[in-house]
């Protein structure tokens, strides 16, 4: 692992409580903003931070039983929601790759109930062998 960050004073002895299995690479925001021997640098992490405060100010009321779920929420948007996505669709997509075998049954009973109703199948029996 790399962690990247400035030189405020609680960062100084990461190496004490974390062990040696990362590399610190650290910026002097004094100097300059993208350290020119490593190219560290924290704009990252502080665009991500000022997005995620935005998304829970436009909130009309914020639970405190609720904050952990927040940041959750924030990443995930920020990874399947975006301008040229279907937020929807990836969520159901996300759901059949977690839980395959459940969202198999539901939809074979959803469709069982489909030709029940209106006597005719969705799915020829082949496509409903593979769902069950």
């Known amino acids: 692992s790399v962690i990247y960050s400035d030189l405020w004073g609680a ?3 990461l190496d004490r409580l974390l062990g040696q299995n990362y590399t610190h690479h650290t910026v ?8 020119p021997v490593t190219g560290a640098h924290t704009q990252s992490v502080e665009l991500m ?6 998304m829970v100010r436009k909130m009309q009321t914020m639970y ?3 904050f952990h779920t927040y ?6 948007r920020k990874k399947f929601d975006g301008p040229h996505q279907n ?3 990836n969520i159901i997509s996300s759901i059949v790759e ?6 198999s049954l539901y939809l074979y009973h959803l469709c069982c109930i489909y030709t029940t109703e209106v006597g005719q199948s969705v799915l020829n029996q082949a496509e409903l062998a593979l769902l069950y």
């Open 71 to 76: 940041l959750p929420e924030f990443m995930w």
């Open 49 to 54: 931070s000022s997005q995620c405060k935005r």
């Open 87 to 89: 937020a929807f669709n």
């Open 64 to 66: 405190s039983q609720l």
């Open 11 to 13: 960062y100084n002895g």
């Open 98 to 103: 977690q839980y395959p075998l459940i969202v």
């Open 28 to 35: 002097n925001h004094s100097q300059h903003f993208v350290d």
